[in-house]
């Protein structure tokens, strides 16, 4: 029989860092008149929450308008699904603005029940409150749906996995109310992945969830369903339950391995990574591709592999292995 000819690999593609065709206005362009509609109606939005506007113009990005604007403090407020206030964030940056005697950054905002919200704003409120500002410098935006782009807009302080999963529930949440008819994969953008959806609905039970152990698995079965959000919800709910008991489980085996003298801190992720049922399943580099199974039938694998875990037969080298892999990996 004839040798098979070696397909060569496929060359990675890469991004092209050449600028993308000129959009957006020009420079003189930006300006808005008074009359123009746009700024009219945020003007009116302002002055409803006593405010007043400073000044208008045309993002440079899609030509959008934008007012910047002093609002009561007292008028914004963060978004409900945002990340828990961190006291020390917000204590530090008091002591900052306080230090330099300015308080340079405006928040973004949107309007939203009978004032404004903004998503990325949360500590420098706080701080503001605590040094006593009556007003607090906006960059408004009309369109409220960039409420709902956190992740994208947040970087007062860097996300980690329970943040994100967190303030993903809570705006599913929030949207499920608002918008119950919509479906789940409508909202990619706004969520990101799946798996926050997931992780979050364990987050808001168990604060301390280890999910970082579990994260490998659940982004290679979990996908957005094509579900109106309070079912979609109700689904994820499910699946939450389902982690949590496994989690028991693997908290026990984790328990038994440190009783015969195991100490390192990569225990949990040696035990998951022992239950994944898609382990051994050869990753795809396509995007769109299927689940190597869906996300009901690898919580019951999973179920099963981790009740027949047996702790006795874990090596030293068998940690050595996770600690490398897990040191080399991102939450």
């Known amino acids: 029989m004839p040798a098979r ?3 060569p690999d496929k060359k990675p593609t890469r991004r092209s860092r050449k600028p993308q065709t000129a959009r957006g206005p020009e420079p003189s362009e930006s300006q808005l008149s008074p009359d123009d509609k746009d700024l009219v109606a945020l003007t009116q939005e302002v002055k409803r929450a ?23 403090l007292r008028k914004v407020e963060p978004t409900p699904f945002q990340r ?9 940056l008091m002591e900052a603005i306080g230090a330099a005697g300015l308080f340079l950054d405006p928040v973004i905002a949107a309007p939203g029940d009978g004032g404004f919200w903004t998503p990325n704003g949360r500590h420098r409120l706080e701080a503001a409150r605590r040094l006593g500002l009556r007003a607090i410098t906006a960059l408004i935006v009309p369109d409220d749906r960039i409420a709902y782009r956190i992740l994208a807009l947040n970087t007062e302080k860097a996300h980690n996995l329970r943040d994100r999963s967190l303030e993903v529930i809570r705006m599913a949440r929030r949207l499920a109310k ?19 959806l997931t992780l ?29 959000l309070p079912a979609a919800l109700r689904q994820r709910d499910q699946w939450a339950v389902r982690l949590m008991d496994i989690e028991d489980r693997v908290a ?76 080399g990996s991102d939450e």
Request: overall charge positive; hydrophobic content about 35%.
């Open 5 to 7: 000819k070696k397909t």
């Open 50 to 72: 006593g405010g007043t506007v400073l000044a208008g113009y045309r993002d440079p990005y899609a030509g959008s308008a934008l007012v910047l604007a002093s609002l009561p």
């Open 84 to 92: 828990d206030l961190s006291k020390t964030h917000a204590d530090r």
């Open 178 to 196: 608002d918008q119950p008819r919509s479906k789940e994969s409508e909202h990619e953008v706004t969520f990101e992945s799946p798996v926050f």
């Open 200 to 228: 979050g609905g364990v987050y808001a039970t168990r604060s301390r969830f280890a999910g970082s152990a579990y994260q490998p698995m659940l982004r290679r079965v979990d996908r957005f369903l094509d579900q109106t």
């Open 252 to 327: 026990a085996h984790v328990k038994t391995l440190q009783q015969q003298g195991f100490k390192s801190p990569y225990l949990r992720q040696l035990v998951v990574a022992r239950c994944n049922p898609v382990r051994f399943v050869p990753p795809t580099r396509k995007k769109d591709a299927a689940p190597p199974m869906s996300m009901a039938e690898a919580l019951t694998r999973m179920t099963a592999n981790v009740r027949k875990f047996d702790p006795s037969k874990v090596r030293p080298q068998d940690l050595a292995l996770v600690a490398a892999v897990s040191s």
